[in-house]
Nanobody
């Protein structure tokens, strides 16, 4: 079994910062692309940022320059440093990863962590 577990969400004032973490656990042979997505109430789930195995990153225009995605392959962990947060960043943030196990090579999702930006 493979699991993705997010942490680090919470309530923060506009202009503040939060750091999200996502830990992958289980029978992992190879951890490939990882990414963060978010879903606000009544809206579709959107890409926030993606990081490849070698560290190549891609960001949505709405977070570019404010958020930084990173990963620690030795710890099977991905991070999202979020600075200069805005109310429109309020959403449930989901961790996503393409993971190879001994029997399956596919996409996994975490359960999500709530981020609320409000004064």
């Amino acid at each position: 079994q493979v699991q993705l577990a997010e942490s680090g969400g919470g309530l923060v004032q506009p202009g503040g910062s939060l750091r999200l973490s996502c830990v992958a656990s289980g029978s992992i042979v190879r951890l490939n692309d990882m990414g963060w997505y978010r879903q606000a109430p009544g809206k579709q789930r959107d890409l926030v940022a993606v990081i490849g195995n070698s560290g190549t990153t891609t960001y949505s225009n709405s977070v570019k320059g404010r958020f930084t995605i990173s990963r620690d392959n030795a710890k099977n962990t991905m991070y999202l440093q979020m600075n200069s947060l805005k109310p429109e960043d309020t959403a449930v943030y989901y961790c996503n990863a393409r993971i190879e196990t001994s029997y399956y090579n596919g996409e996994y999702w975490g359960q999500g962590t709530q981020v609320t930006v409000s004064s």
